[in-house]
């Protein structure tokens, strides 16, 4: 097989681990963005108890 081959190879491995690493990179953000939402209404639904309970 020619060295040409090789590097083709190479290369195509290169490219396939970034996607791959990308595409792991964008699931790990899409959950992490979901538990933040889910964090974010917990505070706010504690934050309106609190001032339902004080205010009554």
Request: proline residues 0%; without cysteine; charged residues 30%.
């Amino acid at each position: 097989m020619s060295d040409l081959f090789y590097a083709f190879v190479a290369y195509a491995i290169v490219w396939a681990a970034f996607f791959a690493y990308a595409f792991f990179l964008s699931r790990k953000e899409r959950d992490l963005r979901a538990e933040l939402e889910e964090l974010r209404k917990a505070i706010a639904e504690k934050e309106r108890g609190k001032k339902s309970a004080s205010g009554a």
